[in-house]
Structures are given as structure tokens and as C-alpha cells.
């Protein structure tokens, strides 16, 4: 791996099962940055634009694609389009951080196709019934949108070996400190510290 | 990989790399437990037996090869014998922990053959001319000896690409934090966590 990629931390998993708590976890330790993606669908309340996503038009969106400046893109449920701009890889690259993408499966498999050095993380809900209940108290979807959405995360959950590590999302704290460890350990992976082992050889004189 | 297999996690690198240290740091988190090494060599004066190492003959060291009883074995300069006993991963897998073993270069390249899921971590040193340092202040070996362990260090440090992780120790905190995260990421590999995953499939329904 060159010096050329920064680390690249994908979390991803079923819609509902709490990544988005647990990159905020990552992106805790110093030395890590969010790749914001673009989406066309509309910013909920809460959500100022810039932060999590960058909220473009259809029309936006589609120009992005021909000109290939995405990493990964995808439309989920046959509706909003979702993208990683390839250029957050730069800025990570410049800033000397971790780049940290909270995407969807299809998303994440797109990336590890492109990027086999990019370490996955499958956030997994404790169970269907735990799943179920999350979707419903966040209150945004329709009863058809939570029995898509559930019968997608059963689909999604079988992708679970494409990925490098699982975790289960049942207690807030531990699974916080796996994911901060998983990225952690992952800055010590051999392929990312090959340049330095190579300057330390030559102090043994080869 | 089966529950039959606990998770491995070998640390190794060139004598007077720090090891031992880290192998420390790795076992302050609970869930962990040194694989005790079998060797020949007369204990120091701060060593008891049964804590780091079973002090065996030579006599017994061999029936021990011929039962088949060692995970790897090796005779380090020509000299002492040194092996871990195969019944640690059965305690392991029994106490359900984590298997820690503090190993050489040799032993860890025999262990990551016979279990492909081990992980492995090099504790390189930040340079020829620190190691030396570190083997001077110990204050063990003959001038000889010293030669021999760089010579040695630098052979070993070549084989840095069958490794999974690298720790560069030169600031123990920092080192310490690394190595304990490796241990803890490694519990959420897919390998390891398949099973639990595949419980989680059935309240999908599939």
C-alpha cells in the first residue's frame, strides 16, 4: 500500500443499525476524518448541510457520476442517490487522517472492489426484533418503508463475509471501544507500515 | 473457525525488541492468558517457575517433540530449546480466553502455518542502534552474544510480510495502547464472530 492511500475505514451495515453512533465513536480518537457524502435526498431537521452529507440535486448528482468523481455511489430503496466523492481521499491523504466512510453494503462492497485495502466494519443489530424497534422509534419511516427496510437488512446481513470485522451493536460502550480499536489496530496493519519497517531495516544495514 | 480454536495472538519479534512488555500490556485486559513456553534454559534470578516458563530438561524437552506434545518449538542459538505446549490452546478454549504467546520469529512462522487465523504481531525496534542499547542495559550477554542477537534482529526483521500487524517499539505508552488494540479489534474479526452472526441470520429468518 503507498503512501499514496490513506487508511480507509469503511463502517457500513442495515439501515437502523446504529452506524452512525459508532463512526461519531472513531471519530473521536485524533488523527481520523468523516468522508462526507452526497445524497439527493432532502436534509432532515436536524441536519445542516456540509456536516454529515452534502445535499445536492439530481441533476448534481448525475454529473458527478459521468465525470467519475465518485468512490462509490448507489440509489437506495429506487429513490435518494447516495456518494462518497473520490476526492475525500485527497483531503484525508493531505490532512494525514484516517478517512473514515459511513456507507450502505452496496456502497461498502464497491469500495473494498476498488480499494482492497480499505478495512470493513459490518455494524450488526443484536436481532431482528432489536432492529425493528430502532427503525420505529426513530419515527421517519411508513409501515412500508420499516417492512423494506427490514426485509433489505436480512438481504444485507448475508454480505457479512466480505467484510473484515463484525460488530454487534447491542451495548453502546463496548461496541464503541471494538470500533475504536478495530481503527486503531488497523494504523498497525503490516501493509500500512511497510515504508517504516523499511527505514528501520536500513539502520540494521539492509 | 470453530469454537475449537481460540483466538491466538502472537507476539514476537527480535530478542531484546520488548516483547515481554508488551505481551504485559496485551494481558491487562481481561479475557487474556499467556501460553506458558517450555524451555531448557536455567531460569534468571527474578524468574519462578510455572509464571513465564516451565524450566524442563533437555531429557524431558525431548519426549515432548516425540509425543507430538509442542505448537512450535525452536533451538535458538544453537543452544537452549525453547516450545509451547499444545494443551494452552485446550485451556484457552476451556477458560474462554484469548491465547497470548510471546514466541521468536521462528516459532510464530511455525504457529501462522499450522493456524492460518492466529494473528500475529511484530515488536519491531526503532533501530539497529536502540536494540543494541536495550541488549547492552540488560546487561546478559557477552560481547559475542550481542553480535550474534543484531545479526540475528536483522535476519528476522526480513520477515516482516508474514506478519499481520507491526508495533514499532519506541514509546511504550503508544506501543502499549497499539498492541492492546489489535487484541481487542482481533476479537471482532468475521472469522471469529461467524457464528455469533449466523444466531443473529435466524431472527431475520434466514
Chains 1, 2 share one sequence.
Do not use: H
Not at 462526507?36 to 432532502?42: A, E, K, L
Not at 440535486?57 to 466523492?85: C, D, H
Not at 460502550?173 to 470500533?179: M, S, T
Amino acid at each position: 500500500m503507498s503512501r499514496r492511500e490513506p487508511l480507509v475505514l469503511i463502517v457500513s451495515g442495515p439501515s437502523g443499525s446504529g452506524k452512525s453512533t459508532l463512526v461519531q465513536k472513531i471519530l473521536e480518537l485524533p488523527g481520523t476524518m468523516l468522508a462526507v457524502s452526497s445524497t439527493t435526498r432532502p436534509p432532515r431537521k436536524t441536519e445542516s448541510n456540509g456536516k454529515w452529507y452534502n445535499f445536492i440535486s439530481e441533476a448534481e448528482f448525475r454529473t458527478m457520476i459521468e465525470r467519475g468523481e465518485f468512490l462509490e455511489y448507489a440509489q437506495v430503496f429506487g429513490k435518494n442517490w447516495y456518494g462518497t466523492p473520490r476526492k475525500a481521499l485527497n483531503e484525508a491523504l493531505e490532512q494525514k487522517k484516517d478517512l473514515v466512510l459511513e456507507i450502505d453494503v452496496q456502497g461498502a462492497l464497491q469500495v473494498k472492489e476498488k480499494m482492497p485495502g480499505a478495512v470493513a466494519v459490518f455494524v450488526i443489530p443484536p436481532s431482528r426484533q432489536d432492529l425493528e424497534r430502532r427503525i420505529r422509534e426513530r419515527g421517519l419511516d411508513s409501515e412500508d418503508e420499516i417492512r423494506r427496510r427490514l426485509d433489505r437488512a436480512r438481504q444485507e446481513m448475508l454480505s457479512y463475509k466480505s467484510y473484515d470485522f463484525a460488530v454487534v451493536n447491542d451495548d453502546l460502550e463496548r461496541a464503541g471501544l471494538e470500533v475504536q480499536a478495530i481503527a486503531l489496530g488497523s494504523r498497525c496493519l503490516v501493509a500500512r507500515t511497510e515504508e517504516n519497517i523499511l527505514e528501520i531495516l536500513k539502520t540494521f544495514g539492509g
